[in-house]
């Protein structure tokens, strides 16, 4: 699969605070995997290869946890408030045949016909749930404004989707 990294997991023995510091001090970031049928199991990863996981514009994630060979989406990445570092993951294991249920964020794009007539853009919705096969995630949803005039609004109705791809964000919100 064309949009399939590998993730090289080690396992994590310490779970304080000081072992936590001194991995991140080495360069390895902690994080935990979980699933809906595993426990969670803490792992470290070096800081570059998940960097180069990030920069890879993959969506779903080949890992090995505990010997197994896993596939797993990013679930969460907390960052230090100050150096804004990356501090810790959390990734869920997926089957690459089920749906699984998302958030992905919406872009806006183009300058609306009521923007140059002196009005205000405003988005009130910055992320829709969807539900689709992990392979199938979008990056994002982009939204075409440009032929938006005054005190006109998107609906989520009026978005096109991939097909494979259900919206479960309610369709009459405004975009």
């Known amino acids: ?22 991995l991140r001090n080495e360069g390895k970031i902690p994080g935990v995997f979980y699933s809906a049928d595993t426990d969670a199991t803490p792992f470290i990863i070096d800081m570059r290869h998940l960097h180069d996981a990030l920069q890879s514009q993959s969506h779903v994630y080949a890992v090995s946890v505990g010997g197994k060979k896993l596939h797993a989406i990013l679930k ?11 501090i810790h993951l959390d990734l869920f294991g997926v089957s690459l045949t089920d749906k699984i249920t998302i958030s992905v964020p919406i872009i806006l794009s183009g300058e609306s016909i009521g923007v140059n007539e002196g ?19 979008p990056d994002a949803v982009h939204v075409d404004v440009t032929e938006l005039g005054m005190n006109e609004a998107r609906h989520v109705n009026d978005l ?11 369709e009459d919100m405004t975009v």
């Open 160 to 170: 096109e989707f991939a097909d494979g791809i259900e919206v479960l964000t309610p």
């Open 1 to 22: 699969m064309a949009n399939e990294f590998k993730l090289e997991l080690d396992k994590r023995d310490g779970l304080g605070s000081k072992a936590v510091k001194s």
């Open 76 to 86: 969460e990445i907390q960052y230090h408030p100050v150096s804004d570092e990356i």
């Open 119 to 137: 009005g205000i853009m405003s988005q009130s919705l910055m992320e829709l749930e969807i539900q689709c096969l992990a392979t199938e995630v």
